[in-house]
């Protein structure tokens, strides 16, 4: 039994009502006749432009609000960018689907020059204290600049800010079809990504039978896996998507390869490293990386983290 009607909550930004619609098309391409619509949805994070994330504080930036209409009935599923979802979720709500992984990487928009070629001293546009953390240790002479907004908005600042390269992820470029403005594709190895880069993933009243065997056709197993294990390390480590914590997992063959990585803010400080195994593993890989990273000074450099922006 399917319903006949199905309400999706989303971000209304441009990336968002993409992917939002990317759902609906396919909900409605394996159920013709079910009325699919979209619930818009403005969040915290979508409210506060002008304050790095990092300084907002807090974790569920881009999703409380939608969890809130969903606890209140107003919708039925939500679409997340995997990267935004926090470890934990209101009594009763849960991830039920993550979709297949789009490219992972991150991306350098740029006047077509490649990150190694950029000049000493270059003024980088980012959003994100990881690829902060990863690429001033690469360049320790780069200048960092947090700038905010949707992917169209950052791809302006290049120009209206004087940048010389702006750092976004090649999954929504990709989606929203700006591939033509990409100088280069940074290898994960070199730019470990955020958690759950490039997956979708679908929230939903884990009680609701109905609706959970209608979307359970979206779940990516392979993606679901390495995710999974991306997301343990992360709660292991405590942390929010606004702090330098990366993980990338990759499946082949039944077998999970998942690296992580913790950084200092300023590049300075990091612990790397990498874990095998079995995917029926995968949340627990997460977890003994996690506790190899803080271990071999990891819990350190995030305590010197949160104290520097609750001072903030």
């Known amino acids: 039994m399917t319903p006949n009607k199905l309400r999706i909550g989303t971000r209304a930004s441009q990336l968002a009502l993409w992917q939002a619609n990317w ?33 907002v504080g807090g974790k569920g930036l881009f999703v409380k609000e ?41 991306a350098v928009i740029s006047r077509n020059v490649k990150f190694a070629d950029l000049p000493q001293g270059a003024r ?37 800010d004087n940048l010389d390269a702006v750092i976004l992820a090649a999954a929504g470029l990709k989606r929203l079809g700006f591939t033509d403005s990409v100088a280069e594709y940074l290898g994960v190895d070199l730019s470990i990504p955020a958690i759950g880069q490039g997956a979708l993933g679908i929230e939903c009243r884990l009680a609701d039978p109905v609706i959970t065997k209608t979307i359970a056709f979206f ?64 949340e627990q890989l997460g977890i003994r990386l996690a506790d190899q990273l803080l271990a071999e000074g990891g819990r350190a450099i995030l305590e010197e983290v949160y104290q520097r922006s609750i001072g903030e």
């Open 23 to 55: 759902v609906k098309s396919e909900l409605e391409k394996r159920y013709p006749g079910m009325e699919v619509t979209l619930t818009k949805i403005k969040t915290i994070g979508d409210k506060i432009l002008d304050v790095p994330l990092a300084q």
């Open 66 to 106: 939608i969890e809130e209409a969903m606890l209140r009935d107003e919708i039925d599923i939500a679409v997340h960018s995997m990267k935004d979802v926090p470890t934990d979720f209101p009594e009763g709500l849960g991830l039920y689907c993550i979709t297949e992984r789009e490219d992972p990487r991150d």
């Open 124 to 160: 980088i546009g980012t959003s994100a204290l990881r690829r902060q953390a990863q690429l001033l240790k690469l360049r320790p002479d780069l200048q960092m600049c947090m700038i905010r907004g949707n992917v169209e908005t950052r791809i302006r600042k290049l120009t209206e």
């Open 219 to 282: 779940n990516h197993a392979d993606t679901s896996y390495a995710v999974r294990a991306e997301r343990a390390l992360l709660k292991r480590c405590e942390g929010g998507c606004q702090v330098p914590i990366a993980a990338h997992g990759i499946v082949s063959d039944g077998q999970l390869r998942l690296v992580g990585f913790i950084a200092a803010v300023d590049g300075q400080r990091s612990v790397r490293g990498e874990i095998s195994g079995a995917v029926a593993e995968s």
